[in-house]
């Protein structure tokens, strides 16, 4: 029942929540205007980019509400989002002032948010030898990077994934649920919770996302799921992981994780900047061969679905269930 009401609450909250947000957007000109010479602006008409914001105050509510207890972790945990937030919203309205943000003032509030989630308790601490059964506890210099690298990683991917309507959400949704599937496997209740709020988060959003979309969460929204999705799959799935089921999180979330990699390797081969910008993920690539907006998000969300099952039954066989 907690579960339940944890998924709809924070799904009404960010229902109720996006409009408001959307016309304040319109008001002050905080909307994602179309580019005809832009290969990945391809909505034609302006678009409110405040769902971020609704997403945010719709999961944390609904988080506090029903956690009990705030912990030293959902304290860093909310520190973390909240700077994630912020300088998202800094890069989405120099967007929607037709400029960019350099890169390096959010790779570096990105980077500090991970850093906060490490100092405040969340960390992959190590796993446990397939041979012997015995823990393997790493040093806690290897435990920071490891930690930093795959927040920010799975931050970064989530945030290139939001390229057409829908996409980042339903992707969100899908590893998320597929995250809450292995968190209570594994007897990770917290973790959980804060899958399955993100869960109806995402949906709710969806409600106004889906092509053709209303609103845009922008690199605020995005981002901050990814960020949220890192922090679940390092305390719901690499905590106490076996050797093998370090892929579990790998797998849920799949397809963004698995298309970056390619499209990292594409630019680097190409001997283009990896953050530059451009239409080489894998839904640009689909709607190039004809596919429409809706059958590409279909595509990749049964794709991703199919990835997020072989991680549910890899975290059930390394759990002995």
């Not at 944390?60 to 956690?67: R, V």
């Amino acid at each position: 029942m907690l579960y339940l009401a944890a998924f709809v609450i924070s799904m009404v909250l960010v229902l109720v929540l996006i409009p408001p947000f959307r016309k304040l957007a319109i008001k002050i000109d905080f909307v994602d205007k179309p580019r005809p010479d832009s290969e990945r602006k391809i909505h034609r008409e302006p678009i409110p980019l405040t769902a971020g914001i609704a997403i945010f105050i719709g999961f944390f509510i609904t988080y506090f509400a029903l956690t009990g207890t705030i912990s030293r972790e959902a304290v860093g945990i909310f520190i973390g989002s909240a700077l994630i937030l912020g300088i998202g919203l800094v890069d989405d309205w120099y967007k929607s002032q037709g400029k960019e943000l350099a890169s390096l003032p959010k790779f570096i509030v990105q980077m500090s948010a991970a850093v906060v989630v490490y100092s405040y308790g969340i960390a992959f601490e190590g796993f446990n030898n397939p041979f012997t059964g015995q823990y393997i506890n790493l040093p806690e210099w290897l435990q920071l990077i490891l930690t930093i690298l795959w927040i920010f990683g799975v931050t970064t991917v989530i945030n290139f994934s939001d390229g057409i309507d829908g996409l980042a959400g339903g992707l969100s949704a899908i590893s998320g649920g597929t995250l809450f599937v292995v968190a209570i496997t594994m007897g990770r209740g917290e973790s959980a919770l804060l899958a399955v709020v993100l869960v109806g988060a995402a949906l709710g959003y969806l409600r106004y996302n889906k092509p053709p979309a209303r609103v845009f969460m922008g690199d605020a929204g995005a981002t901050f799921l990814g960020f949220i999705l890192g922090i679940i799959a390092l305390d719901g799935a690499f905590k106490g992981a076996t050797l093998a089921s370090l892929f579990v999180p790998i797998f849920a979330l799949g397809v963004p994780i698995f298309d970056n990699i390619i499209v990292v390797i594409r630019r680097m081969l190409q001997s283009k900047p990896i953050y530059q910008a451009d239409a080489s993920q894998a839904h640009y690539r689909l709607l190039a061969t004809g596919l429409n907006q809706k059958q590409t998000l279909v595509f990749l969300c049964l794709l991703n679905l199919c990835f997020g099952l072989a991680a549910i039954i890899l975290a059930m066989n390394g759990s002995g269930a």
